[in-house]
C-alpha cells in the first residue's frame, strides 16, 4: 500500500505538475509518508518512475503472454513479418510511456528496462536475444549471416539502440508508422546483405 501511494503520488505530479517538480520532497508531500519511508522502499525517483512504467505497460500480464504466443507463431511463417511485429511491439511500449509520461520519460527512458521485469518476475519467458537464434535458423536460407547468437545481440542491439537514440533526437518520429518500416529495411539489410560481416 506504502509502495502504491507513493506511485500514484509521483504519476499525479507528473501529470498536474511536471517533471521539473518530480523531487523526493514534493513526493513524500503528496504521499504523505516520511522521506525515510520512500528511500525504504526505492532507491530514488527513476526506481519509482521504472515501476509506474511497469503498471503502465504490465496492467493485464495476459497481454505479454499473447504477444510471445504470437510471435512464436508467426516465426515459422515469416521472417519479415515477425521482425516487423517485434519492432511494432517495441515502439508501441514506448509510444505508451512517451504520451502517458511526455518529458518525465524523455529524461528516464535510457533507465527504463522491460526485460528486467520480465527476467525478474516471469524468469519462465525467454528474452528476444535467446528465442531469435531459433528464428533464424529456421529461415536460414534467406539470410547472409551465419553466426545466429551474434546477429540476434546485433538486431535486438540495434533496435532499441534506434529507438533510445530517436527519442532523444526526435521523439515525435517513433510516432510515425514509416519509422517501423524504415527500421525493418535497416535490420533486414543487415541480416540478408551478401557482404555482411556475420557470413564470415
Not at 511463417?77 to 515502439?91: C, G, K, N
Not at 518476475?121 to 535458423?137: K, N, Q, S
Not at 542491439?157 to 510515425?176: C, F, Q, R
Amino acid at each position: 500500500a506504502t509502495r502504491r501511494a507513493i506511485r500514484e503520488a509521483s504519476l499525479r505530479i507528473l501529470r498536474d505538475e511536471g517533471p521539473a517538480r518530480l523531487t523526493t520532497n514534493r513526493i513524500v508531500e503528496v504521499a504523505g509518508v516520511s522521506i525515510g519511508t520512500l528511500y525504504h522502499h526505492y532507491r530514488d525517483k527513476y526506481a519509482i518512475a521504472a515501476e509506474i512504467c511497469d503498471e503502465l505497460l504490465l496492467a493485464d500480464v495476459s497481454k505479454l503472454d499473447g504477444y510471445t504466443r504470437q510471435t512464436l507463431a508467426m516465426a515459422r511463417v515469416s521472417l519479415d513479418e515477425t521482425l516487423r511485429f517485434f519492432i511494432r511491439e517495441q515502439l508501441a511500449r514506448h509510444r505508451t510511456l512517451y504520451l502517458q509520461l511526455k518529458d518525465f520519460y524523455l529524461s528516464m527512458h535510457w533507465r527504463y528496462d522491460l526485460d528486467r521485469w520480465v527476467t525478474k518476475y516471469r524468469p519462465e519467458r525467454p528474452g528476444t536475444i535467446a528465442w531469435l537464434p531459433t528464428v533464424f535458423e529456421f529461415h536460414r536460407k534467406q539470410l547472409a549471416v551465419r553466426d545466429y547468437e551474434l546477429a540476434s545481440a546485433m538486431v535486438v542491439n540495434a533496435i532499441s539502440g534506434t529507438i533510445h537514440a530517436t527519442l532523444d533526437s526526435n521523439p515525435e518520429l517513433i510516432l510515425d508508422d514509416r519509422f517501423c518500416d524504415e527500421l525493418l529495411a535497416l535490420v533486414l539489410g543487415y541480416l540478408k546483405s551478401p557482404t555482411s560481416p556475420g557470413k564470415r
